[in-house]
Nanobody, 123 residues
C-alpha cells in the first residue's frame, strides 16, 4: 500500500504563500485520485482540492482562485500551491489517495492518508 508524506507547512502572514508537497512511496501514475484535505480545530475535515489520474480537478469554493493542485507522476508527488493565504486557512493539511474509483468519494477522500502538516496563517 502506498504511503504518503507531507511537507511544506509552517507559519505565514496573511497574504503570503506556501507550497505543500505530498511524496508517495511508489508510483502514483495509476492512482485514481489524490487530494488535499484540511481540519481546523473544532471542525470536521474538509476537501481543499483533488486531482484525478485524468487531470480533472476539484476545489473547495473557499480556495478557488487562490490554491492550485498539481500532480507530478514522474516524481510521485502531488503539490498544493497556496496563494493569498487567510487566517481561516489555518488547519492541519492532509494528503489523501484513492487507488481506484470505487474507494473514492470527493467529500471524504480515499482510504490512504498522510500524517498531516500544520499550516498557520497569522500576523
Amino acid at each position: 500500500q502506498v504511503q504518503l508524506v507531507e511537507s511544506g507547512g509552517g507559519l505565514v502572514q496573511p497574504g503570503g504563500s506556501l507550497r505543500l508537497s505530498c511524496a508517495a512511496s511508489r508510483s502514483i501514475f495509476s492512482i485514481y485520485a489524490m487530494g488535499w484535505y484540511r481540519q481546523a480545530p473544532g471542525k470536521q475535515r474538509e476537501l481543499v482540492a483533488a486531482v484525478t489520474s485524468g487531470g480533472s480537478t476539484n476545489y473547495a469554493d473557499s480556495v478557488k482562485g487562490r490554491f492550485t493542485i498539481s500532480r507530478d507522476n514522474a516524481k510521485n508527488t502531488v503539490y498544493l500551491q497556496m496563494e493569498n493565504l487567510k487566517p481561516e486557512d489555518t488547519a492541519v493539511y492532509y494528503c489523501n489517495a484513492a487507488p481506484n474509483s470505487l474507494d473514492y468519494n470527493l467529500g471524504y477522500g480515499g482510504p490512504i492518508w498522510g500524517q498531516g502538516t500544520q499550516v498557520t496563517v497569522s500576523s
